[in-house]
């Protein structure tokens, strides 16, 4: 019996890479991403492209205008000469923002009365828009506290703010430096191990049963479960080269270092894709057809993984139905347990609930489809 | 058109109403991506778990805390009491971020010294830990304000005296700064690559699989004839689905519609030639439906990634910016966006319009010539 099953599993290893395709999914794929991410995908708002219209023009104005210049936020690019001129500039997407400074901002400053700048985004990028403005607000409060600064002093209240009143000291546990590629190393891994298991392994079996070579399998002596697992096992090994390959490029090249143990999270690794695996076993009882298997794979698989497990975006800020969902995505278990080992070295104490939903859902969807898989071929 | 066409597409037709399923999930697929996108994406943070640890517990401290109980981005779960359940609780994941505040706090504050507070994240999630440092950032500064304010209530002197500055922030186009009003336009077209082009990829490479291709390649019907009658499902499932999504993005989402419609579903229609051009090119390199699927994986996943669908192009090194060039994707989100919420006409679409023209153009003509040497 184990014999057959190393043997279909060779036939099966044959097949895979027999298509220099498998290649590219298998290894250019994750490549791809990591240096997409590493170098390309980034959401930091630097450099926007900003309008300026300084009606005031005075040495106030000029102050505060440079501050947003040496800020490194903001490159004034146009200084237009009225608001619908601006319009023109954002319609064609020239510029994120324009500032307007009114005629009567130095004048409200120095005599103590309040002063109002106008800003306008391009709100079409929703979260450009409102980090420019918080870098805009930041700007002018600072700017503020400086004029108040001299205006206390002037008045001998200097002892009253002669020292900052708080200070505030962020500090980053796991990450000092916050560097992005830190989380999303094994973010990816998590992202490129649900595409093996659940999207490749679901597509070969339809495929095969569309073709018919299943059903030559069916009618030789090979039992259901050794033509599950010999049709698996491939892909349990390629899922391991992949988080191989992942870790060292993450490591030799992106300096991105696993703080935990490596064994916990090989042996972790293979816990998820237990039931990664077997969530494509299911879809590919489902699934009639390769169009519905790829479909099915990416709304069941894909979709979830990336956006419901906290990869990318936090689960927590999810409404409530969502998060309810969530709970259901193996990916957001091995994601907690995959981060866990990777950036906090945390260990099994931590990790056993995770590891326990995925064990419950692998055991499951695995039982599940294998009983639908009999009765599909009985 | 020949009666021959018609024939053949009613034959299609036929095929893929035959099968209720297929059709369900087909357009369930592109609401469910659009409602999922539409609620998860986004940058802000909600309901973050937070722990307290108030080593000072006086009169300012509490305050304070009191501060951030009040700001709703803030959950403030945990009052702790050493810096071992901090580390249990943030090693954990039970809490996200943790506000230290040490001793002295108060006194410190009081003597008109800098009184120094500690916030610590769980930088593995770097993404949360950034927006909610400056959510914290923000806090501190109001109450530094408070603080100064009362210090000269004190000497009998009025903040207000010395003014103020503000900034009054408009947002065009989006005035509310809804994330979905950003995402949901993307998705559309998103939507269009992923599910069309492989679907039309896979149904070429089915047919090819079950050799009803060649049967058809047999009778006196003309290649572009057959292609036509293949494409002609594609192009009307495409259209139903950018509806359907529209739709949703208009009356669920809420998504302003400002644009042309007609404008819209033309340059849809544009978008769908490199579409079908790479489902039929695909199936035409692929001999079986899991070869397809790889193919068209292996060049939707690029596009979409470097589309400016999530992440802005603005942002890529420059090699990657020119690179971007050669996607139809990136044109048609533009575009999308564009029409849904800027409403503008072609005069400022048209930068992105003749591309995606000839880039379309040229990938349908190369693969539609290609397919009909290949089948004649």
Known sequence: MKSRIITLSKKEFIHIFRDPRTIGVVVFIPIFLLFLFGYALTIDVKHLS?????????????????????????????????????????????????????????????????????????????????????????????????????????RGLDELIKHDILKYDPRFWFNPT?????????????????ILSALLTSMTIVSEREKGTIEKLIVSPVKTYELILGKLIPYIFIAFFDILLVIAIGNLWFGVAIKGNLLLLFALSFVFLFSSLGIGLIISTIARSGQEAYIIALLVSMLPSILLSGFHFPIASMPLVLRG?????????????????????IGFQYLWPSTLALLIFGTALVLLSTWRFKRKID | ???????????????????????????????????????????????????????????????????????????????????????KLLDAGSARVALVVGRGFDKKI???????????????????AVVSSGYIASIMQDFSTSILDGRLAKKGIDMEWFGSLSNKARFWFNEE???????????????????IMTLSALGVVKEKEYGTLEQLIVTPIRPHELLIGKMTPYIIIAYVEVIFATLIAV??????????????????????????????????????????????????????????????????????????????????????????????????????????????????????????????
């Open chain 1, 50 to 154: 900003t309008a300026l219209i300084d009606n005031s023009r005075t040495n106030i104005s000029r102050q505060f205008i440079s501050k947003f210049s040496n800020s490194g936020y903001f490159d004034i690019r146009y200084r237009p000469e009225n608001v619908s001129q601006v319009k023109a500039l954002m319609d064609s997407g020239k510029i994120h923002l324009a500032i307007i400074i009114p005629e009567d901002f130095s004048k409200k400053i120095l005599s103590g009365n309040h002063a109002e700048m106008q800003t306008i985004y391009d709100g079409v990028n929703s979260n450009t828009a409102s980090i420019a403005r918080s870098y805009v607000d930041a700007i002018t409060a600072e700017f503020f506290r400086e004029k108040l600064k001299g205006m206390l002093e002037k």
């Open chain 1, 178 to 194: 916050l560097e992005s590629m830190n989380f999303l190393v094994p973010g990816l891994i998590c992202v490129i191990l649900t």
């Open chain 1, 325 to 345: 969902i969530s709970l259901i995505v193996p990916a957001r278990y091995y994601l907690v347990i995959i981060r866990g080992i990777f950036m906090k070295g």
């Open chain 2, 1 to 87: 058109m020949s009666p021959r066409i018609i024939h053949l597409i009613k034959k299609e037709f036929i095929q893929v109403m035959r099968d209720p399923r297929m059709l369900f999930i087909i357009f369930a697929a592109p609401v469910i991506q659009l409602i999922v996108l539409g609620y998860v994406a986004t940058t802000e943070v909600k309901n973050l778990s937070f722990a307290v640890y108030d080593q000072d517990n006086s009169f300012h401290s509490r305050q304070i805390v009191e501060k951030f109980k009040g700001a709703g981005s803030f959950d403030v779960r945990y009052s702790i009491s050493s810096y071992g359940q901090l580390r």
């Open chain 2, 110 to 128: 009081k003597r008109g010294e800098t009184a120094p507070i500690q916030a610590i994240f769980d930088g593995s999630d770097a993404n949360s």
């Open chain 2, 177 to 195: 700064l809804k994330s979905s009003n950003f995402m949901v336009p993307g998705v559309v077209g998103a939507i269009l690559l992923i599910q």
């Open chain 2, 251 to 376: 009356f669920w989402f809420h998504v302003p519609f400002r644009g042309n419609p007609l404008l819209f579903l033309l340059l849809c229609g544009m978008f769908l030639m490199p579409t079908l051009g790479m489902g039929l090119f695909i199936s035409l390199v692929s001999r079986t439906q899991y070869q397809a699927f790889l193919t068209s994986y292996l060049v939707s996943l690029p596009s979409i990634m470097l589309s400016g669908f999530i992440f802005p192009i603005e942002n890529m090194p420059k090699v990657i910016q020119a690179f971007t060039h050669l996607l139809p994707l990136r044109y048609l989100v533009t575009v999308l966006r564009g029409i849904f919420l800027k409403g503008i006409g072609i005069q400022y679409l048209w930068k992105d319009v003749w591309p995606l023209l000839i880039l379309g153009g040229l990938i349908f003509v190369l693969s539609v010539t290609r397919f009909e040497k290949k089948i004649s």
